[in-house]
């Protein structure tokens, strides 16, 4: 009688254990199968479409491109207008000087954000010279040139970095 209440007891602790066993869980994250008339399409997070291959590491650099999304600089262009009107007035007050310099950083941000990296090279230069302590530029300049090495590519030299890409409004 022990061993048949002993085996009762063991099949009764061992019966619940079996139902709490860890059930597949389904993927919440895959997306759900196209429907028969979707065609799958596969995206590519950095194209290299419109891009020349590789250089081979001969040291030669190639030479740099404009790239990047036209924005409108209208606001900007304006704002540096005025501040090198009001530097003209008075060359030598350095308050005109910084305005002008903090003028082409926000253009250069702005450029940078979209992605025209030679432009914005220029206005952070731009910057420097009106400017010399304004360390965000100068942190940009040389991030920007280090790019540009990496990519085994030449940066625009000093003051032939292009203009921003126009920009033209959808109508």
């Given at each position: ?12 602790l ?7 066993a ?10 759900p199968?196209p ?30 491109t404009?790239?990047?999304?036209p924005?409108d ?6 704002e540096i ?12 007050d ?20 979209a ?31 280090s790019?540009y ?13 292009p ?9």
């Amino acid at each position: 009688m022990k061993m048949k209440n002993l085996t009762i007891l063991i099949v009764g602790l061992v019966l619940p254990a079996c139902n709490n066993a860890p059930q597949p869980i389904a993927n919440v994250n895959a997306a759900p199968a196209p429907q028969s008339t979707e065609k799958t399409q596969t995206v590519i997070a950095h194209t290299t479409e419109n891009q020349t291959a590789p250089v081979a590491n001969t040291g030669a650099k190639s030479k740099w491109t404009q790239s990047g999304d036209p924005i409108d600089t209208k606001a900007f262009d304006a704002e540096i207008a005025s501040a090198d009107k009001a530097l003209k007035s008075k060359p030598d007050d350095d308050a005109a000087k910084k305005a002008l310099g903090e003028a082409y950083y926000k253009r250069a941000v702005a450029l940078t954000d979209a992605r025209q990296y030679a432009s914005a090279l220029g206005d952070y230069r731009r910057t420097l010279k009106y400017d010399p302590d304004n360390e965000q530029a100068k942190t940009w300049v040389d991030q920007i040139i280090s790019i540009y090495d990496s990519m085994g590519r030449e940066s625009p030299p000093e003051g032939q970095e292009p203009p921003p890409l126009s920009y033209k409004p959808e109508k």
